[in-house]
């Protein structure tokens, strides 16, 4: 038959061995000893699996909503685009011709034509 073998135990055991050897060496002390160093371990490995699936689970969240507003904005557009067919719905507001159109003239005329148009989509 096939033999395991299991080189970190057979050199616990040798160590075991060789300390008997050389006085009376307590065995539960030294098995108490590395059970207490695994478990410290075993304890900071599930700590560690906790803040990974913490983690995950909000970039699963994030993930989510990204895709969620994708959709949105895809549908947005698509609906944007069908009613671009519609009866003059984008017609641009005329500055006066005497003014220079300033940033803040370009916003508050792009401004009024959202709210414009936002108006006749809520009312179809």
Do not use: C, W
């Amino acid at each position: 038959g096939t033999s395991i073998q299991f080189p970190a135990i057979e050199k616990m055991l040798a160590a075991i061995e060789a300390k008997k050897v050389l006085g009376n060496y307590d065995t539960t002390y030294f098995l108490k000893e590395q059970a207490d160093v695994l478990r410290g371990r075993n304890e900071e490995l599930k700590s560690a699996l906790r803040e990974i699936r913490v983690d995950a689970a909000k970039a699963t969240l994030e993930r989510d909503k990204a895709f969620e507003r994708i959709e949105s904005l895809e549908k947005d557009q698509f609906s944007l685009n069908d009613s671009s067919a519609g009866v003059g719905l984008f017609r641009g507001l005329k500055l006066p011709d005497n003014i220079a159109p300033s940033s803040s003239e370009v916003i508050s005329s792009l401004t009024e034509h959202l709210v414009i148009v936002l108006q006749e989509l809520s009312q179809r």
